[in-house]
């Protein structure tokens, strides 16, 4: 079965079933929409060759609207590796979804590429969070408050593998203090648990690029580890807007609880984490927008934004090193970034990367690379 028709099945029988639904107002709507993301990278490679070049970073296209009363939809897929990916593909009934979305977790992983202030996301947010899921989900809210919940399948490319799926059941909450036209202050906390492919050696593998796509080069990598019985995830978020100026941060942890037969010895555990802070202002009076707990697009029209962002993400483990599969490591990254909207929906974006990394184990060396990052994006 494809990726195409192997994602879609349950939100395609969610659809169904939701125009068979009574509703006294039964008017299908559908909204098509679209983005596009074309990027170029050159890389000054330290020790190892990350390989420069161009990549089209995303390239989707979907259909959502409302199928009834209460009853909503999203469908989109990417096709800019060449091959049809499904992102979002689910239906919504009030504070319901059901379908593939995004896991409520992380400010930064919630926040859409259109709207993202850098290029890419951090290694931490990428690495230690999941992204979209197979799931149900539901969605609460107050005056200054949300709130989310989801309970999900681990990977649905397991279902071609003949091998059980794991589970997973993750929450968010996020609270406004307060909240003007321009400003805001944002407080977030989330935690998940996870359990991997229901097999004999349960595995993970958390790696991690240099905050940039085009190089499918990791230079810290934690290697396969077996036998994992669950890992607990949290992260604390926060961000502060003072009209053009923006602030925000997040720290995540993830730890791997691990057994082994009797007859083998593995590190018990293992603990991984990281952080981010940035920062960012925008020309013309203009200022990022919010709502629902997460940022959305900002009205600025021939502006300026300049932005600066460090993170870190370390995957030594937390324990004996050496005991990692793989090399293991710790990866800092500066950004500096420069944006320039054309409109609400287009803009252009560059980011510079000094990047270094630390290895500790099976031989891995301490690298500086930099990086030099390009994009055109648009959506409609």
Do not use: C
């Not at 006294?24 to 929409?33: L, N």
């Not at 580890?225 to 995830?233: A, E, G, W």
């Amino acid at each position: 079965m494809n990726s195409f028709s192997k994602f879609s099945l349950v939100p395609a029988v969610a659809v169904l079933a939701a125009l068979s639904a009574p509703s006294a107002q039964a008017e299908v709507t559908a909204d098509i929409f679209g983005r596009l993301q074309v990027d170029m990278n050159q890389y000054s490679s330290d020790v190892t060759e990350l390989g420069s070049g161009t990549e089209m970073r995303r390239a989707r296209i979907g259909v959502g609207g409302n199928l009834a009363d209460d009853w909503k939809y999203k469908m989109e897929i990417d096709f800019a590796d060449g091959d049809l990916v499904v992102k979002d593909a689910y239906v919504g009934h009030k504070m319901l979804t059901i379908g593939q979305f995004k896991v409520p977790q992380s400010l930064e992983v919630l926040t859409s590429s259109k709207y993202m202030t850098f290029i890419e996301r951090s290694a931490v947010a990428d690495s230690l969070t999941l992204n979209r899921r197979m799931g149900v989900g539901a969605d609460f809210s107050g005056d200054n408050w949300t709130a989310a919940v989801a309970g999900f399948g681990q990977d649905a490319e397991v279902q071609d593998s003949g091998k059980d799926e794991g589970v997973g059941f993750s929450g968010r909450v996020a609270y406004v203090p307060w909240k003007t036209d321009d400003s805001l202050l944002h407080l977030g906390v989330w935690g998940s648990w996870e359990q991997p492919q229901n097999t004999v050696d349960e595995a993970l593998r958390l790696r991690a690029r240099p905050e940039a796509h085009v190089t499918s080069v990791r230079l810290i990598d934690t290697g396969t580890i077996d036998y994992v019985d669950d890992i607990v995830k949290m992260g604390l978020e926060g961000s502060l807007v003072m009209g053009s100026v923006s602030v925000q941060g997040e720290y995540i942890t993830a730890d791997v609880n691990r057994t082994a037969p009797d007859d083998l010895t593995v590190t018990p555990s293992f603990s991984f984490d990281g952080y981010y802070v940035q920062a960012s202002y925008m020309t013309g009076g203009n200022s990022r927008a919010y709502k629902g707990g997460e940022f959305g697009r900002t009205k600025a029209t021939n502006a300026w934004e300049y932005a600066i962002r460090y993170s870190n993400l370390d995957l030594t483990g937390g324990s004996d090193t050496a005991m990692l599969p793989g090399k293991g490591g710790e990866q800092n990254v500066l950004t500096l970034g420069v944006n320039y909207y054309i409109t609400p929906n287009m803009r252009v974006m560059a980011n510079y990367l000094d990047i270094e990394t630390k290895g500790y184990n099976n031989g891995s060396v301490d690298e500086s690379p930099s990086a030099i990052n390009l994009r055109f994006s648009m959506d409609f």
